[in-house]
C-alpha cells in the first residue's frame, strides 16, 4: 500500500482498512533535528517492540491510544489521526533543553510535571511556543489545546508509576495529539527510548537516546536492556 510520509524514524503507509495506518520503524537514528545522523541495525525493531508495548500497558491502565496492533517485529497498525502540529514535552526532572534554557541544573527535581508546547515544524528547529500561539497559528482550540495537557499529564502519571515499578525515574518525554475522523483527541506517534528520557533510580545511568546524544554508550545495548526490563513487568 501506498507511503504517506516518511520522517526521520518511521514510515507511514495506507492500509485496505478505512482509517487504518501502517506504521513501519526505520533503523535511522538521528539527534538534534537531524544534525547527528546514523543508521543501527536493529533499532526499528526495538523501537516498535517497545512502543507497542507501552501503549497496551497505557491501555490496560485506561490512557486510549492510537495504537491498534503490533503486526510484525518493525510494524505495528494505527488509527488515522490528523497530527496536531504540537511536541508536548512533560518534564519531571531537569535536563536537555531546559538545562540551557533555564538554567535548571541536570538532575533537579520539579515540585511539579512541567508542560511545554513546541511547535512541530523542523524548518524552524521545532521552536518552543505559548498557548496564545497555539490559537495565533491555528494549531488547536482553546478546548482542544486544554484536552491535549490534560491527556498528556495523565500520561506522564501512568508512565511514571510504571516506569517506578521497573526501578526507573521518568525524566522526561514527548509525545503528539492527532484528531480522529470524527472529532475525538487521541495520543499518538510513539513512546520509546528515542521520546522519553529514563534514568535509573539508583545509578541515574540512561535508558534513552542521550547515549547517542552524548556518545556515551551503545544505543541498541541500552534499548535491548530496556526492553528486557519492559518484559520483566
Ligand atoms: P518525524 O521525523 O516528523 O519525527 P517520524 O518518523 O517520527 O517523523 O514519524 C512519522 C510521522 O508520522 C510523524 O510526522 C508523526 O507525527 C506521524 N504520525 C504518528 N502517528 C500517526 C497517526 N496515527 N496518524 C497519522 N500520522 C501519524
Ligand atoms: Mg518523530
Known sequence: MSLLYEGKAK???????????RIEYKDEVTAGNGAKKDSMSGKGRLNNLITSKIFSILKQKGVESHFVEQISETEQLVRSVEIFPLEVVVRNVAAG???KRLGFEKGHQF?????????????????LITDDHVALLNIATEEQLSTIKEQALNVNRVLSEL???????????????GITE??????????S?????????????????????????????????????????
Do not use: H
Open 111 to 127: 515540585e511539579q510535571p512541567l508542560l511545554e508546547l513546541f511547535y512541530k515544524k523542523d524548518e524552524l528547529n521545532d521552536p
Open 11 to 21: 514510515r507511514v503507509f495506507n492500509t485496505e482498512q478505512e482509517g487504518v495506518l
Open 163 to 177: 516506569m517506578d515499578d521497573m526501578n526507573l525515574i521518568l525524566v522526561d518525554y514527548k509525545i503528539e495529539f
Open 182 to 191: 470524527d472529532g475525538n483527541i487521541l495520543l499518538a506517534d510513539e513512546i
Open 193 to 233: 527510548p528515542d521520546t522519553c528520557r529514563i534514568w535509573d533510580k539508583e545509578t541515574k545511568e540512561n535508558f534513552d537516546k542521550d547515549v547517542y546524544r552524548e556518545d556515551t554508550g551503545s544505543l541498541i545495548d541500552t534499548y535491548e536492556t530496556f526492553y528486557k526490563k519492559l518484559e520483566e513487568l
Open 97 to 99: 533543553s531546559i538545562c
